[in-house]
């Protein structure tokens, strides 16, 4: 089966430029995951969505960044004004549902953000 | 609130010898899972093995072994005869449900791993 796919793998943008960012999470999967991993630490959870519901955006910095994931399908991070602090990997992941005891997530390639 | 913590920045092993990653968690939630997992200079973060509070034995996928010791609060990983292509960032992350009725995963820091020829 395909895997999550993730565009664009590479962004450079200057400070208060506008950019987003596309996922496409593996077939059949409920949930959908966007984190942010700055260089040298683990992944972060922005914002997780349940079919097109938000489940939890409680570290989303809600001010600057938005997501949408119209249909339950396709999502889409957006960060508008952009800030230094927020070059760092996008990384995007789908499970089949969080009731599980067991919620493997699976991540797609990530996109590299740098703010100039 | 859960933590991870990674206290290995980096590892050193040679090549078909085996090596011990440490993970300690903590948590007050009497159900979690405990993951590891390994991401390559690609970015792609890759699943290697699960750990649920409950399992009576512990994990184990193909050279991939968790060392969980429940009482210690520890969820080690285990590589024997480690390859070349071992060489990456490993993540220990523990699932639990978050505050908002939901569940997610934590990730620690990490640890890089290079294998040594």
């Known amino acids: 089966e395909a895997g999550v796919a993730q565009s664009p793998r590479y962004k450079i943008i200057e400070k208060r430029q506008s950019v987003a960012f596309w996922c496409n999470p593996i077939?059949?999967?409920?949930?959908l995951y966007w984190y942010q991993q700055i260089l040298g630490q683990g992944p972060k959870l922005l914002i997780q969505f349940q079919n097109n519901g938000v489940v939890d955006d409680s570290q989303l910095p809600k001010d600057r960044f938005s997501a949408e994931r119209l249909k339950g399908v396709d999502s889409t991070l957006k960060i508008q004004p952009a800030k230094l602090e927020d070059s760092a990997v996008y990384l995007c992941?789908?499970?089949?549902?969080?009731?599980?005891?067991?919620?493997?997530?699976?991540f797609g390639p990530g996109t590299r953000l740098t703010v100039l | 609130a859960q933590k991870i913590t990674q206290t290995q920045p980096g590892m050193f092993v040679q090549e078909k010898e085996a090596v011990t990653l440490d993970c300690t968690y903590d948590?007050?939630?009497?159900?979690?899972?405990l993951f590891w997992y390994k991401q390559p200079s690609s970015g792609e973060m890759i699943f290697l093995i699960y750990?649920?509070?409950?399992?009576?034995q512990n994990a184990t996928e193909g050279r991939y072994s968790l060392n969980f010791q429940k009482a210690r609060k520890s969820a080690n990983l285990v590589i024997s005869a480690s390859q070349l292509g071992d060489s990456a960032m490993y993540f220990c992350a523990m699932r639990g449900a978050s505050g908002a009725g939901s569940y997610q995963l934590t990730f620690g820091k990490g640890t890089k791993l290079s294998v040594i020829p």
């Open positions: 750990q649920g509070s409950y399992d009576q």
């Open positions: 948590t007050s939630d009497p159900s979690y899972g």
């Open positions: 077939s059949g999967h409920a949930t």
């Open positions: 992941a789908s499970s089949f549902t969080t009731v599980a005891s067991y919620n493997e997530q699976f």
